[in-house]
């Protein structure tokens, strides 16, 4: 059955300071990988996409994240931190049955940011 | 260019009452999924409209219906309404997997409908 793991349910950074958030997918075919960022009381916004080509994917706000086949994983990382980027992330597979898509998320990693 | 439009924002029901959530899509959008967000929670899928059919559906029981109208958008009706459905109830919108264009099996969301059961 196809899942989505992220082994971190809090995370604790300095603002300035690098960061990398986890995640671990499983799935039989080639996956389509998202994160998503969720604010306070917000719905999700889109960070960024893995469909295909190149494994390290440039999103917005400074995010990028690499998939690594091998490790079945889809890990977020940035250089730097700043204090908005405190939210909580998800990472999801999109599944596909018959044409039509649905997102499997993991069950979400809070971001804490210290000035 | 909106993005998609939730309504209402917030609602407080009571036990065994019935609620009607309901959609806009990003313009330009044909599909519409709707998605359940406990508390501490990552979203569970519901599920999805397409051509005013439903297309997939999750673990979800029969007290969870939808609609979609020809303008794209969707409702999201659930019967007999539970404590444990509470929760964040968030739309997405997306264009049919297999169609050309750059938004293509990207799903955006909404804000997301606050609903309380008590």
């Known amino acids: 059955a196809q899942s989505v793991t992220q082994p971190d349910i809090h995370i604790t950074v300095s603002e300035g300071a690098s960061l990398e958030l986890r995640c671990n997918y499983s799935?039989?075919?080639?996956?389509?990988l998202f994160w998503y960022v969720q604010s306070p009381g917000q719905g999700l916004q889109l960070l960024l996409k893995y469909f295909s080509g190149d494994t390290l994917v440039q999103g917005i706000k400074g995010f990028e994240a690499e998939f690594k086949r091998s490790q079945s994983s889809f890990n977020l990382r940035k250089p730097s931190v700043h204090w908005s980027d405190a939210a909580e992330y998800f990472c999801?597979?999109?599944?596909?049955?018959?044409?039509?898509?649905?997102?499997?998320f993991g069950a979400g990693t809070r971001l804490a940011v210290h000035p | 260019d909106a993005g998609v439009t939730q309504s209402p924002t917030h609602l407080i029901k009571t036990r065994g009452q019935q609620v009607t959530l309901r959609c806009s899509p990003k313009?330009?959008?044909?599909?519409v999924s709707w998605y359940q967000q406990a508390l501490g929670q990552g979203p569970q899928f519901i599920f999805q409209y397409y051509e005013e059919e439903e297309r997939q559906r999750g673990n979800f029981p029969d007290r969870f219906s939808g609609h979609q109208f020809p303008n794209y958008s969707s409702e999201l009706n659930v019967n007999a309404l539970l404590l444990g459905d509470s929760a964040l109830y968030l739309c997405?919108?997306?264009?049919?997997?297999?169609?050309?264009?750059?938004?293509?099996?990207?799903?955006?969301f909404g804000p997301g409908t606050r609903l309380t059961v008590l």
């Open positions: 997405a919108s997306s264009l049919r997997f297999g169609l050309a264009g750059p938004d293509t099996d990207t799903q955006y």
């Open positions: 999801a597979v999109g599944t596909f049955s018959g044409g039509y898509n649905k997102l499997i």
């Open positions: 313009s330009g959008h044909d599909t």
């Open positions: 799935y039989g075919a080639t996956p389509y």
